[in-house]
């Protein structure tokens, strides 16, 4: 597609419900990254796939956060048991660039809207 | 740990003059530096990129400065304008890694 589309925009969850966020990249793109933003904070790093490897999950918060590429393609943040420090907006974001040394290339992000998690 | 710190407070300003955003960051010498731009309810759209072996970078009425001795990046908006207006943030690659990491951003308020 023409952009990065996430889906669903808004979610309402109750606390202790799972949650499935989408996120469909530009076609092509081989790196996809998840970002958490708070309130009037800066996006968080959770996790980042090159196709459909998961080179790095340093920043899921707990085992309740599970992301997944299979086909190297569209990508699911799954947040299993929902607390209400879930509650923020999660962004996906897309790169054309393959993992390289540093300097060879610069990663450029073209982001989604987000999606925006509530729990109650 | 590698830190981006951004003026956490909001800049307000008149239409027409220019608007200068400060990033700093400490603990690593990063290849290159990214300016995004954020509006409510969107996701960060990037703006500027500039490497560790350029002073500075032009774009229309954006510019942005790399000062690796300060660790210290600029950003000014030229003319502003009132569609401006947004969140500007500052990212970096960490050190070894494919990740970016963000500041918190400075909120930009251009009055007309």
């Known amino acids: 597609g023409a952009g990065v589309s996430q889906s669903p925009r808004y979610k309402v969850a109750k606390r202790g419900q799972d949650v499935a966020l989408r996120c469909d990249p530009i076609?092509?793109?081989?790196?996809l990254f998840w970002y958490q933003q708070a309130l009037g904070q800066g996006p968080e790093f959770l996790t980042y796939?090159?196709?459909?490897?998961?080179?790095?999950k340093s920043g899921l918060p707990s085992d309740r956060f599970f992301a997944e590429r299979p086909e190297g393609s569209v990508s699911t943040l799954k947040i299993q048991r929902t607390q209400q420090e879930d509650s923020a907006v999660y962004l996906c974001?897309?790169?054309?660039?393959?993992?390289?040394?540093?300097?060879?290339?610069?990663?450029?992000?073209?982001f989604g809207a987000g999606s925006r998690l509530t729990v109650l | 740990s590698q830190k981006i710190e951004q003026n956490s407070e909001a800049l307000n300003i008149q239409e027409g003059k220019t608007a200068t955003l400060t990033c700093n960051y400490t603990n690593y010498s990063p290849a290159y530096l990214q300016w995004y731009r954020q509006d409510p309810g969107r996701g960060p759209v990037f703006l500027l990129l500039?490497?560790?072996?350029?002073k500075e970078k032009r774009k229309e009425r954006l510019k942005v400065t790399f000062d690796t001795t300060l660790k210290q990046s600029l950003f000014h908006i030229t003319a502003s304008q009132p569609a401006d207006s947004a969140t500007y943030l500052c990212?970096?690659?960490?050190?070894?890694?494919?990740?970016?990491?963000f500041g918190a951003g400075t909120r930009l308020f251009v009055k007309a």
């Open positions: 500039i490497r560790e072996n350029e």
């Open positions: 796939f090159q196709n459909e490897a998961q080179l790095d």
């Open positions: 974001a897309s790169s054309a660039l393959q993992g390289a040394p540093l300097g060879s290339g610069a990663n450029v992000l073209t």
């Open positions: 076609s092509g793109h081989v790196s």
């Open positions: 990212a970096l690659p960490t050190t070894g890694g494919f990740k970016t990491i």
